[in-house]
């Protein structure tokens, strides 16, 4: 049985180091799809780590995208917002560092990728990096949103999203709020986006996390997650066939 392989990319931006990580199947030679990972405000961890792993071994290349920086790893929910907010506040900031991990996905070596099957997927602050990658009008054939927030600056700019958008959202989230859900209907309505919005009952935020255990507020929740996956999967499978 082949085992996935996760390798360190480490690269340059604005004078800074990142260091992203890379799971792919080693035993695999042929190309195959590529997906940018945007973790969630934890960053670079060793449960996102384990997710880009599980991605990987359904057939894709992962790069799990440090938008950090190399030197920047949280170890609590302090550090992480502080890591976090810059970013949430200068979207541009926020897209310059998912192009930069995009087009490593794309340059590495390690692995092939079929550069023209394409997508991103993040979770929780990372679902909104892969919302806003796509529309920066990253050539994405997917872009996917677990319990990510929703919100845009440049609601227009939903016009530049060159492929589908699915948003796996838990119904009882309260870091979501409400507002959020009929605003983005109407941004990718507007904009004539390929979209579905899936509102799992009783979740609330970070239902993928498994070590997420604040009741009422931010929960694992197994069933909702395998359901979740399974979503993206479809998806994927999808956009990315012949």
């Given at each position: 049985m082949s085992q996935v392989t996760v390798r360190s990319v480490v690269y340059q931006l604005d004078g800074q180091s990142y260091e992203s990580r890379l799971a792919f199947d080693a035993d695999h030679?042929?190309?195959?799809?590529?997906?940018?990972?945007?973790?969630n405000w934890m960053g670079v961890s060793a449960g996102a780590e384990e997710i880009a792993k599980s991605v990987a071994a359904k057939g894709y290349v992962v790069l799990l995208a440090d938008l950090y920086g190399q030197s920047v790893r949280p170890q609590n929910g302090d550090e992480?917002?502080?890591?976090?907010?810059?970013?949430?506040n200068d979207r541009a900031l926020l897209r310059k560092r998912m192009a930069a991990a995009f087009e490593q996905l794309q340059a590495q070596g390690e692995a092939a990728v079929d550069t023209s099957k394409l997508g991103t997927f993040g979770f929780c602050f990372g679902g909104c990096c892969a919302l806003e990658l796509a529309r920066a009008g990253a050539p994405v054939k997917a872009a996917v949103s677990f319990h990510g927030s929703l919100d845009t600056p440049n609601v227009n700019d939903a016009k530049n999203i060159k492929g589908s958008v699915l948003v796996l959202h838990g119904a009882s989230d309260p870091?979501?709020?409400?507002?959020?859900?009929?605003?983005?209907?109407?941004?990718?309505?507007?904009a004539g986006v390929d979209w579905q919005l899936l509102s799992y009952g009783g979740a609330v935020h970070?239902?993928?996390?498994?070590?997420?255990?604040?009741?009422?507020?931010m929960m694992y929740d197994a069933k909702t997650a395998t359901r979740a996956f399974v979503s993206m999967h479809n998806l994927l499978d999808e956009v990315f066939k012949g």
């Open positions: 030679k042929g190309l195959r799809p590529g997906l940018l990972m945007a973790p992480a917002g502080a890591a976090m907010m810059p970013l949430k870091l979501v709020p409400k507002e959020q859900l009929p605003a983005f209907e109407d941004e990718m309505n507007a970070s239902f993928t996390d498994p070590h997420a255990n604040v009741p009422g507020k």
